[in-house]
């Protein structure tokens, strides 16, 4: 399919992509930075961002910034928009083949030097088991390698929800964060290692992990926020957003908030064990956080915040998350939230690994 892309005419040196596959939600999508990597497509909270650009203005943004976020256009990658369009309402969505034939086409059509690809597996993704994602992740691998791109695989486990928010707004909030270097801990660890997997491919780096602690400093030190800021601004969000957004205290007023907030309470005493993070996202997409179908509106200020994630105690009464919508809940929504906890009066807890393999 990469036949019918448009190939850019750029030569950038260096040029890296990053691509998560198979989340049902993840805000571990923010901005992907040359040397650190934290993105989330914000033109949704409708801030001015433009992801639609020229092949003119991309290259101008790469030399000018070191980064970019854009969709497919007219001109670039048109096929595989069509197709993923088809994709979205015949349910052919998690289809291998079409993974592998969207995500593939455009990364050739970027010639990028190096790819990394995040395949996740577990409830809250389309590959349900460690199995069907290291075959997925093993056939993107190869091919990727084949047209001659440096392609790197990691499978990340998504049984539970990764961070501490669902829903728009709230996960580029968190993104933000976490370009603070105060993000939650698995979003931290899953971006540093996805960065540093990057560096390393480019021989930027000795070791993956050398990596992982340069993608650390940058976001630590403010140089991945400076640059998410400027880039922001070269894709159309106005200076005094971008500045408040990405600025050294975090000020996210002008981002759309909920009307109400209800809390969540335990059921019982105990070790949060386990968060079914399938149950999470069909409710925020009930709350209007998704689409079920192209053209359906999304309500960008819903979602849900969790106040203690998988491996914390909790109290009965205490809560543990908080719905954040704009109209009466849906009935039974909020005891669903609740059975979607297990919680148990136990000390001991052994927590699954969240990058569970690396291909190459």
Known sequence: MSCHEAKPCWRIPDLLAKK??????????????VRSVCDRVIDDCQLGFRASMSEREIYDCMNSVGCCIVGQTADIVPADRRMYAARDVTSTVPSM?????????KKAAESPKALVLDV??????????????????????DVGNGVGMRTT??????????????????????ALDCLRGQGPPDL????????????????????????VREIHEALVSGDARATF????????????????LCGPMPDYQMLPSAKYVTPVPAHSTGLLVDVDSLKLAMLSLALGAGRTKVGDPVNHAVGIVL???????????????ELHHDTPLPEGSLQEVQLSAHIQNTFSFHPVPLIAAKLV
């Not at 993840?26 to 930075?33: D, R, V």
């Not at 083949?97 to 086409?105: D, E, G, R, V």
């Not at 597996?121 to 993107?140: P, V």
């Not at 499978?155 to 669902?166: C, E, F, R, S």
Request: aromatic share 4%.
């Open 20 to 33: 998560s596959e198979g989340g049902i939600f993840s805000e571990e999508e923010i901005a992907f930075i």
């Open 153 to 174: 695989a990691l499978l990340t486990a998504m049984d539970v929800p990764i961070g501490k928010t669902i829903g728009n707004a709230l996960e580029v909030r968190e």
């Open 97 to 105: 083949p079409l993974i592998l034939s969207s995500i593939l086409s």
């Open 120 to 141: 996740k597996f577990g409830r809250g993704a389309f590959m349900k088991t460690r199995e069907e994602a290291k075959k997925l992740g093993q056939k993107m691998v």
């Open 229 to 244: 800021c400027r880039m922001l601004q070269k894709q159309g969000v106005p200076t005094a957003v971008a500045e408040s």
């Open 307 to 321: 106040l203690k994630v998988v491996g914390e105690r909790v109290r009965e009464g205490e809560a543990w998350a």
């Open 188 to 211: 931290h660890q899953l971006v540093t290692n996805l960065g540093g997997e990057l560096l390393y491919s480019t021989g930027l780096v000795e070791s993956p992990s050398d990596g």
